[in-house]
């Protein structure tokens, strides 16, 4: 029985020890330690081609992935770096709402949402414009192709029709390279301002829940 009792103490005390010993970790030790290179920590060729995500994905090929193969988020993507921002966000929302005394409006929570991230959505929405303007341009360089294969002239050496289908296959090849770079950086950019915005929403509302009275929350369900 002792040394059950025993036991039985030093399992109750272990889980403190574990919550402790974590909530004093630095990430950003963590991520040296490991070599792991995250994506603020590459340079710009690396951020536009999604080079610095291969080493999780050749360790992933190799083997199964555990906790500390997966590289950590940026500072930026972070919840406890995001939420401040948005709370000054949201007061300054409610502030503006409260400036006509006469007619108060209700706060807009997409305002708030749109003063923190609009940078992001600016730069994504251009890169969406991009690729919508390459949609275009790329059956303009195939007809342009075609028609200069149609239309070669007979006397012409058979290296000027080669010289001709290269130069606008290499266009066509660029077109659509600079597509998929657009598309690609749009639809990342744009799921990390989705993540981003409900890592805000969601630690925003649990906290919320801690200052609610009883008669509050007889209101709503746990959902």
């Known amino acids: 029985p002792e040394i059950i009792n025993q036991q039985r103490k030093h399992n109750s005390h272990q889980p ?20 792991v290179r995250r994506q603020s920590d590459a340079h710009f060729l690396s951020k536009a081609t999604f080079a610095w995500i291969k080493g999780v994905l050749r360790e992933g090929f190799s083997k199964s992935l555990q906790l500390h193969d997966i590289k950590n988020l940026n500072r930026v993507d972070r919840c406890r770096e995001r939420i401040t ?15 006509d005394q006469n007619n108060p409006r209700t706060p807009s929570l997409f ?45 012409a050496p058979d290296t000027h029709g080669i010289v001709t289908g290269l130069i606008w296959s290499l266009g066509l090849f660029v077109v659509y390279t600079f597509q998929s770079f657009c598309i690609t950086q749009y639809n990342f950019r744009m799921l990390r301002m989705g993540m981003n915005v ?11 829940t801690f200052f609610i009275d009883g008669e509050a929350k007889k209101k709503y369900n746990n959902g």
């Open 198 to 208: 409900k890592s805000v929403l969601v630690s925003s509302i649990y906290e919320k």
């Open 85 to 99: 921002p948005f709370k000054d966000a949201w007061r300054s929302e409610k502030a503006s709402s409260q400036l």
């Open 16 to 35: 403190d020890e574990d919550v402790d010993r974590w909530s004093k970790v630095d990430y950003d030790e963590v991520d040296t330690e490991l070599g």
């Open 111 to 155: 305002g708030a949402l749109f003063h923190l991230h609009y940078r992001q959505l600016l730069l994504a929405a251009f890169f969406k414009f991009l690729n919508d303007i390459q949609q275009f341009v790329g059956p303009l360089v195939l007809n342009i192709l075609l028609v200069s294969i149609e239309n070669r002239p007979k006397n």
